[in-house]
């Protein structure tokens, strides 16, 4: 079956909802999701968590949720010198979530500390299962 890949990016240096929102496509099944993220603190501890859910709200202190798909933790290993320094880390997530054309599929974070950088690139990796051609201006994102 034919795979789309669509792209969510999102910057904050604060806790924040719903920092960036894709529309799936096409009918299908999510089966991965593979996460770059970057962190830069100045003191012990600071970092973030970033997940990529259902709902346009975050659930990072909920119990038994069903609109998250995945998330990624990084903290800072502290004091490097003066000035702290950055750390990040690449994450593979392998799953069979179905979506349905029109979802929307938000990124939230959540800060601890001041960190200076706080970034997460999410790639979705969706197999179309209704049969049809994606739903994009752009036809070359087909794979």
Known sequence: MPQIVQKMFGSSTTSADAVASVDV????????VLMAQRSHGDATNEGAAWEVSFASVSAFTSNDTRASIC???????????TTGGPSGKVSYVPMEVPVNAGERIYLHTTVTGTPTTNTLSAWLYIRNTGGGAPRS???NFRT
């Open 137 to 139: 201006r752009r036809p």
């Open 25 to 32: 496509q096409e009918d299908g099944v999510i089966e991965g």
């Open 71 to 81: 998330g990624t933790t990084e903290v800072s290993p502290g004091n490097i010198v």
